[in-house]
């Protein structure tokens, strides 16, 4: 149940789960009318919290795998009592509540329904199971549906072909225009932060082995679906966090002003936090500001809060604005890791810009946690320090922190991204809440 006890401890959390446009569910059995954010309100209020973390996830797509991983993280966080004695000093009525802000996403990087099956004819039901799972996983209109159709029909068909054949080309480019994802936006814009859709191109990286390896699944030829799946979560990260957790932050902050919000993503969920602060279009503010922020292994663009890009001046990223807005009233933090492959490898091939030479650094299109937030001259650059390690956050300042030598463990694709759940990550977690106490 969304009202969730971690096992074996006494730590629990309200998991408040959306649907793929943001909207709450209402069939939540731990929940009066059905609403968990409800009942979370009244406790809120009714329990003299004074502080409350929210935790977003990236690419965890049902909600066995989405407690499984708030599990770990909010319970790495809850085993820290040094922590949480420090911040009773600082603060003698400190109480906190935990939420863990489920979304519908998909996995973009060690998915095995999308990659490893056969494409024989004599494979029908494994062939309808695929399709099945990308209509739902792309949002399931007729023209969506249409395009799907006609992509796994031609590559079951010709499934020996390294290159794509007029008809394929022409269904990806149909659902790519189905999927409205759109180019060559803001950093930070969802998916519309990408260069043009080139299917040839990435069929011919899949091919090489450029980004992905053998991992790229049985055929070349579905690459681009994956690509084009992996701009379909980042878009509903993005409406995720406007419509969904932003109008939840409002009623906490409304329910409860002085109460202290801290907000920490993982992956996509970073930006599912950025667009909540943000608000709807990247210029609605909340109430107050929000008290700390920590993007862990970030899979959006370095460049999202700069407020001029190296290749055009007069452009600054999506979420700009909450700098410019001061809409983090602490520290607004960063990890980044040389050992992450998911943001370090996969984010620029999913961007087109896989296996072309770099002439700029840092590049145009690279993730947060690969590089950390860019095009900030006063950033802070430091180093990921064990669980007793003393941090020196100042309010509003911006840090990136180098986590190679604790976020480095994993294999497979994605390499390290999700190796999160330690007590070093956790520890970021409560030394950036403090300062907001210090501050207070």
């Known amino acids: 149940m969304p009202y969730r006890t971690i096992p074996t401890t006494d730590t629990n959390y309200f998991m408040i789960v959306t649907d793929k446009n943001g909207a709450e569910l209402d069939n939540d059995p731990d929940a009066p009318n059905g609403k968990l954010s409800e009942l979370m309100l009244s406790s809120l209020v009714d329990n003299g919290i004074t502080d409350v973390f929210i935790r977003c996830h990236g690419w965890h797509q049902d909600k066995a795998k989405a407690f499984a991983q708030f599990d770990s993280w909010i319970g790495a966080f809850a085993s820290l009592d040094e922590d949480r004695l420090h911040m009773l000093q600082q603060i003698p009525s400190f109480k906190e509540m935990h939420i863990g802000f489920h979304w519908p996403s998909l996995a973009w990087g060690d998915e095995k329904e999308a990659s490893d099956t056969s494409f024989s004819p004599a494979n029908t039901q494994t062939l309808r199971e695929r399709i099945d799972f990308h209509i739902e996983a792309l949002g399931g209109t007729p023209e969506v549906r249409a395009a799907l159709y006609k992509i796994f029909d031609e590559v079951r068909t010709d499934s020996a072909s390294m290159t794509l054949s007029d008809t394929l080309r022409a269904a990806y480019l149909e659902l790519n225009a189905a999927l409205d994802l759109g180019a060559n936006g803001a950093p930070g814009e969802g ?250």
């Open 191 to 440: 998916s519309a932060d990408r260069l043009p859709f080139d299917p040839d191109q990435t069929v011919a990286e899949a091919v090489n082995n450029v980004a992905f390896g053998n991992d790229v699944g049985d055929n070349p030829l579905l690459a681009p679906l994956r690509q084009l799946t992996f701009w379909t979560m980042k878009k509903r990260a993005k409406d995720v966090g406007e419509r969904g957790l932003h109008p939840l932050l409002r009623a906490m902050q409304q329910a409860s002003p002085a109460v202290r919000i801290h907000l920490m993503g993982h992956s996509f969920g970073c930006i599912v936090a950025s667009a909540a602060i943000a608000g709807p279009a990247g210029a609605t503010p909340l109430p107050f500001p929000i008290n700390s922020c920590v993007l862990v292994q970030g899979a959006m663009s370095i460049w999202s809060f700069t407020s001029s890009l190296p290749t055009s001046h007069e452009t600054a990223g999506f979420f700009n604005n909450i700098l410019m807005e001061k809409k983090i009233s602490g520290p607004l933090v960063a990890t980044r890791s040389d050992s992450d492959m998911a943001v370090g490898k996969l984010y620029p091939w999913a961007a087109g810009v896989a296996g072309q030479v770099a002439y700029m650094f840092p590049p145009l299109y690279a993730a947060i946690g690969a590089l950390g937030i860019c095009g900030i001259p006063t950033a802070h650059n430091i180093t990921l320090l064990p669980a007793a390690g003393i941090y020196a956050f100042v309010p509003a300042h911006i840090y990136n922190v180098n986590s190679s030598n604790f976020i480095c463990h994993g294999n497979g694709i994605s390499g390290s991204h999700s190796d999160i759940a330690g007590p070093e990550v956790a520890h970021l977690l409560w030394q950036a809440a403090l300062k907001t106490a210090d501050a207070s």
